[in-house]
Nanobody
Framework: QVQLVDSGGGLVQAGDSLRLYCTTS????????MGWFRQAPGKERECVAV????????YYADSVKGRFTISRDNAKNTAYLQMNNLKPEDTAVYYC?????????????????WGQGTQVTVSS
């Protein structure tokens, strides 16, 4: 069982930066591919970024390419989402998620474990 705790959200202005954190207990963090998803009110949950278990592969949604960076520190059991040049349309609840193995997937159906979500609000 993997328990994820995501944090780091907040209220910022357009153009600002935020860094989200996803931490987990246990000694098996390094075998999971980690993803960040977001869900805005009235919209479906969408994949923002994914990083493979051994960090050699990553995926970004077109809407965040060049602005967001996903990373992880397996020694600290933590995944990160650095968000720069935030826009009002980035406003959403952000969730980290984990799936067993190294294969990247932007589909939420492939992730077995989820954090509780952290709110990101970007004002114009």
């Amino acid at each position: 069982q993997v328990q994820l705790v995501d944090s780091g959200g907040g209220l910022v202005q357009a153009g600002d930066s935020l860094r989200l954190y996803c931490t987990t207990s246990g000694r098996t963090f390094g075998i999971y591919t980690m993803g960040w998803f977001r869900q805005a009110p009235g919209k479906e949950r969408e994949c923002v970024a994914v990083i493979s278990s051994n960090t050699d592969k990553s995926y970004y949604a077109d809407s965040v390419k060049g602005r967001f960076t996903i990373s992880r520190d397996n020694a600290k059991n933590t995944a990160y989402l650095q968000m720069n040049n935030l826009k009002p349309e980035d406003t959403a609840v952000y969730y980290c998620a984990a799936r067993y193995g190294s294969e990247l997937s932007p589909s939420s159906y492939h992730y077995s474990y989820w954090g509780q979500g952290t709110q990101v609000t970007v004002s114009s």
